[in-house]
């Protein structure tokens, strides 16, 4: 167990830091939206200059629990670097699933996975999730996963990887949804959006009435109407207000 007397942001560069708040920051905002699952699920980021290194919550606790300090540091093999209370361990599905990504893409900071009510009911349908709504529309290509069982096997993690391949966003099959991203803001607007056309897609569907799909033509202009170099990068702008929002409420996250 790492020292408690001696403050973490004392012990960390202010890169990491810096990255430790922002991702402690997400995991509150996903608890905020009711995007949570009790203590599972992982959010993680890379630590700011390295490509072995990244950050992950702490077995065991809520997501509105999860501060900058308590963020544990592993690397791509499992071993945990650092650690400000070892009563709290590692889950092995959260290891599995973000090393491999964090391993193979190496332009993703931050990678986020949800079990939410919406993004499993999407991830049962044969059809996935369809550009019913604008929020769907912004996604030109979803990659999907096929269940394998709970996620602990190494073996798996080729394959998860080919499956999501370049793209940001995957629907892991009868299991639910994941994000990546640049930044931190970009991983969390993509599953923010993500998660919001499946609750429409859900209950649109829940209606049991034909559903309006708009033409092609449409769907393709609107997808690039959204794309980061034709107005403005994914999360940058909303990413500030999503701060505002939790300091109006609780700072903690940044302790």
Known sequence: MNNPSR????????AEWNTRIN??????????????D???????????????????????????EITASSLVKVDLDGNVLFNVDDTFS??????VIHSAIHAARHDVECVIHT???????????????LPLTQMAMRFDAIAYHEYEGVAVDLDEQSRLVKDL???????????????????????????YWLEMACRAQVDAMACNTPLHVPPQTV?????HL???????????MEWPAMLRLLDRRDESYKS
């Open 115 to 129: 079990h939410t009510r919406a993004g499993m009911a999407v991830s049962v349908l044969e059809c996935g999730l």
């Open 90 to 95: 590692v889950n092995r599905a959260g290891y």
């Open 7 to 14: 403050r973490v942001q004392d012990i960390v560069s202010e």
């Open 38 to 64: 009790l203590i599972y699920n992982h959010i993680t980021a890379r630590v700011p200059g390295s490509h072995t290194e990244f950050l992950i919550n702490p077995y065991g606790m809520m997501y509105e």
């Open 226 to 236: 959204y794309r980061p170099q034709v107005r403005r990068p994914f999360g940058v």
């Open 219 to 223: 769907v393709e202009k609107t997808n």
């Open 165 to 191: 391949g370049e793209r940001d966003v995957m629907i892991l099959r009868n299991h639910g949804l994941l994000s990546v991203g640049k930044s931190i803001a970009e991983a969390f607007n993509a599953m």
């Open 23 to 36: 991702l402690a920051a997400s995991y509150r905002l996903i608890a905020h939206f009711g995007m949570s």
